[in-house]
């Protein structure tokens, strides 16, 4: 990022046509713009490395680690990772774990957000749920998993009945 | 590069942007890029009972690839400017073209 901040003027040339609609010759001037390198993925990322994020997956998993190194694409590095699981029991019990897991370098398709931890509500326990024990908490997320993979089979096939054919990715999880 | 100069006009706005998994995520809009990846300031989540990962969070970055819809506040839109921009790109794309 040759170390840009948000502070500096633009450089040489206007990469972006600042925030004004299209190209017109002759619009008038809008107000002023903010520089082009806040607008880029790095600037973006930029501010979020060696902060603790709370990172969710496309196949739905959500990863507590603090950003070391990125690129373009969104491909991050996190250290000090742990892994929390979320899950809500049929009984209407809502349970979360926190596996460590170490160091994940994460291909960025399959990033689906990344949250930065506001570090005075880090320790609060997310409303509505309690913290249990890990092997507890895994048998429940297995036991959820099975019940919508059955949901989903039965949805992609009545869909397979109704228009023909089957549904793309049936039975498997997205998101 | 329509969208993108158009996010561009909305930063400090609030919107909601709703996931392709169905979370929508209501906030302040900072950034985007040229992805319309989009850095949300000050989130809350609308349904945060089913979706209670993101309580400690304050701001987020939300990967393009992944957004179904966002929310705009309609007050801010000049639709006439968008439509007036979205054929002029169309113009300048069909010249491309021949």
Redesign the interface.
Known sequence: MENLTISDPPRGGTP?????????AGAPA?PP??PPQ????A???LD?TDKKL?L?L?D?R?LIGVLRTWDQF?NLVLTSTTE?Y?VSSSNDR?L?ADIPRGTYLVR??N????????LD??D?I????TEADIEDVFALKKEEEARRKKSDRTRSRKAGELWGGELEGSGEI?? | MLFFSFFKTLTNHTITVELKNDISIRGTLKSVDQYLNIKLDDITVLDELRYPHLSSVKNIFIRGSVVRYVHLPAAEVDRGLLEDASRREAANQAGKAK
């Not at chain 1, 972006?16 to 017109?24: D, E, I, K, R, Y």
């Not at chain 1, 990033?111 to 506001?118: C, K, S, Y």
Request: proline share 4%.
């Open positions: 972006h046509s600042g925030g004004q609609l299209g190209s017109a809008g713009q903010l806040m607008f880029t993925t600037a973006q990322l979020l709370m969710v496309r739905g959500k969104a929390r979320f809502r979360f960025g398709e990033v689906l957000l990344i949250g930065e931890i506001d509500k880090d609060d997310p409303p509505g749920y997205l998101f």
